[in-house]
């Protein structure tokens, strides 16, 4: 069963636009939570993060925020831009900072940001 | 990103045969990952290492052999390929609390 789930698998923003992309995951355990970004023949880039002691981290233009409650988060990118066009995994673990911490990772959203 | 080269980029391979992919990292990290990516799955974790000769398996392992015998390297071996294992293949690393960094990936065809 998946433990992380991305359920919308594309979606296209015009520029200057907000972009939500929206991860719910199921384990009540999860600690930790990750955005990743992929652009074609590339590997995945660290985004942001965020901890499950807080609701809400921002840097620059994206914020990343937390419902506990919900099991659910989400990933603003305000305003959004062509560049930002990519697909958008979404990450969650246990015991990050612990000795292994292995992340299980969405199936991914692509963003489409039209100019 | 540049402190992890995977080799070969691109390979094409006939069902049946050995195949290793080859991860190097310059960042000293004490974890290694490797993941593949397919169309609908996501990125799947088959293994995964927290030390040299310390290697453990992850959700879709079967297959797949790895090993560790430096901190810069971590292999990954398809003792015998079938179809099914035409993938992407990423590695990533990370150290203890940071997050993972991951390479430009290696692409398999098995034919």
């Known amino acids: 069963d998946q433990q992380v789930k991305q359920n919308s698998p594309s979606l296209s923003v015009q520029e200057g636009r907000i972009s939500i992309l929206n991860c719910d995951y199921t384990?009540?355990?999860?600690?930790?939570f990750l955005w990743y970004k992929k652009y074609p023949a590339e590997g995945p880039t660290f985004l942001i993060s965020?901890?499950?002691?807080?609701d809400k981290n921002e840097d620059g233009r994206f914020t990343v925020f937390l419902n506990k409650s919900a099991k659910h988060l989400s990933l603003h990118i305000v305003p959004s831009q062509p560049g930002d066009s990519a697909v958008y995994f979404c990450?969650?673990?246990?015991?990050?900072?612990?000795?292994?911490?292995?992340?299980?990772f969405g199936k991914g959203t692509k963003l489409s940001v039209k100019p | 990103d540049a402190g992890i080269t995977q080799s070969p980029r691109h390979k094409v391979t006939e069902t049946g045969t050995p195949v290793t992919l080859r991860c190097h990292q310059t960042?000293?990290?004490?974890?290694m990952y490797w993941y593949r990516q397919d169309p609908g799955h996501g990125l799947r974790l088959i293994h995964y290492?927290?030390?040299?000769?310390?290697?453990d398996k992850g959700e879709v392992s079967d297959g797949y052999s790895v090993s560790r015998s430096k901190t810069e390297d971590f292999l990954l071996t398809l003792e015998s390929a079938t179809s099914s294992q035409t993938s992407v293949y990423f590695c990533?690393?990370?150290?203890?609390?940071?997050?993972?960094?991951f390479g430009n990936g290696t692409r398999l065809t098995v034919t």
């Open positions: 384990n009540s355990m999860f600690d930790y």
């Open positions: 990450a969650a673990t246990l015991n990050y900072g612990g000795s292994q911490g292995n992340l299980i």
């Open positions: 290492s927290y030390g040299v000769k310390d290697t």
């Open positions: 960042e000293n990290h004490r974890y």
């Open positions: 965020i901890s499950s002691i807080k």
């Open positions: 990533a690393t990370r150290d203890v609390g940071s997050p993972l960094h």
